[in-house]
C-alpha cells in the first residue's frame, strides 16, 4: 500500500499509477496517462473527485480538500463507480491507498 506521497513518488513517465477510490492501477499501458497525454493529470494523484465531478482543478485532486467518501453525491458516487469498473476491465490494481478512509474526517 502507498499513501498519497509514495504514490506521487512512484508515479514516473514509465510507471503511470493512478489512484481511484482507495485503489491504485497501473495505467502504464495507455499512452493517454503518460507525460505528454491528455489523462497524465490523474498520474501520481488520488483522482476520485476529479473523475467523479469531472473538474480537474487542484482542489478536485487533493483529498484532504475533497474526499470521494464525505464530498460526492449520489449521482457522483454512481459516476465513480462506473469508472471504478473501467479501470478494473483495462489496468491492475498493483496497491491500496494508506488510511484513504481516514482522510474522510
Known amino acids: 500500500d502507498y499513501s498519497l506521497e509514495e504514490l506521487a513518488k512512484e ?13 491504485i492501477f ?3 499501458s495507455n499512452p493517454m ?6 489523462y497524465n493529470m490523474f498520474i ?12 480537474f482543478d487542484a482542489e478536485f485532486l487533493d483529498p484532504s480538500k475533497l ?5 460526492l453525491d449520489e ?7 462506473e469508472w471504478i469498473n473501467k479501470f478494473e476491465e483495462k489496468y ?3 496497491a491500496y491507498i494508506k488510511d484513504d478512509m481516514k ?3
Open 33 to 38: 496517462y503518460g507525460p505528454e497525454g491528455s
Open 26 to 28: 497501473d495505467a502504464s
Open 44 to 55: 501520481g494523484v488520488d483522482a476520485s473527485v476529479a473523475l467523479a465531478k469531472m473538474r
Open 103 to 105: 482522510l474522510k474526517v
Open 67 to 71: 474526499h470521494w467518501s464525505r464530498d
Open 75 to 81: 449521482k457522483e458516487l454512481n459516476i465513480l463507480e
Open 11 to 23: 508515479s514516473s513517465a514509465t510507471k503511470l499509477l493512478l489512484g481511484c477510490k482507495g485503489r
Open 92 to 94: 491492475p490494481i498493483v
